[in-house]
């Protein structure tokens, strides 16, 4: 939810109101009639038209043959545009990719964007559960992932606890860690172990584990890798994990260094 308070006063309506349109439309998969998305966004059904006719003619919408309306493909190219800046040089995916083949678990990175902790790459393991929500872009449940601990821990309390004031500690699981004190805790444990883990704190009968891949003093610049594997494999290898994300961790910390187009 929009915080009103944080209203630029320079905001530019119809862009906003164009938002709030695409943001109803991307949430309807079936598609939505104009005066559906009118009555969504609180709009007239003639402004609502006029915007929907405007970002159909760029491609962000899709009119179909029984009047509604689905996202267009031009959120598709945004999406990859996205994911590729996010990723960094192509050597970084190509390093993760060669985590998970290697490992066989999923891996992912993150990074904060702005100040919230978000996925920025990500590549599947054949022995992982698929985590269909841990893609780019995902930015949610910081508290109860392991990439999100890992990153909140280079945060001096203060900071974590505006973080976690601003963002809330929703309940994934009963197992997930819902008060300050709780995490705090388990994050100390994690520094001390030297790999933060989850276990069924985000998803039931999974288990995560991540470390730094490098602690930038710019909070942007941050980056941690985590990887994603069954509960019960995680209670009997957790140290062969964390020596392959270490492997792993190096890796990533070399492609994010190393020139783009090398000399010949």
Wanted: net charge positive; charged share 25%; hydrophobic share 45%.
């Amino acid at each position: 939810m929009r915080d009103p308070l944080a209203e630029p006063s320079d905001l530019i309506r119809s862009v906003s109101r164009a938002l709030r349109v695409l943001e109803a439309v991307g949430r309807a998969p079936r598609g939505l009639t104009v005066k559906q998305i009118a009555r969504r966004c609180e709009l007239t059904v003639a402004t609502t038209y006029h915007l929907v006719r405007t970002l159909a003619y760029e491609g962000y919408v899709i009119r179909r043959e029984d009047g509604t309306y689905i996202v267009g493909l031009e959120i598709a190219d945004r999406y990859r545009e996205l994911v590729t800046a996010f990723r960094g040089p192509p050597a970084v995916g190509e390093a993760l990719r060669r985590a998970a083949v290697e490992s066989g678990y999923s891996h992912y990175l993150g990074r904060f964007v702005g100040t919230q902790v978000a996925v920025t790459a990500s590549a599947d393991g054949l022995r992982s559960p698929y985590l269909e929500d841990m893609v780019p872009g995902f930015d949610e449940g910081a508290h109860a992932t392991a990439l999100g601990k890992a990153l909140l821990a280079t945060l001096t309390p203060d900071q974590r606890f505006r973080y976690l004031k601003e963002f809330g500690m929703r309940p994934f699981t009963s197992a997930t860690i819902t008060t300050i004190e709780g995490f705090e805790a388990d994050l100390a444990v994690g520094d001390r172990r030297g790999m933060h883990l989850e276990i069924g704190q985000y998803r039931q009968g999974i288990a995560c584990a991540a470390v730094m891949v490098n602690a930038d003093k710019d909070l942007e610049r941050r980056v941690a890798i985590a990887c994603a594997l069954p509960a019960a494999e995680m209670m009997t290898s957790a140290r062969v994990v964390r020596a392959k994300l270490l492997t792993a961790a190096r890796a990533v910390a070399e492609a994010m260094t190393a020139p783009e187009h090398p000399a010949s």
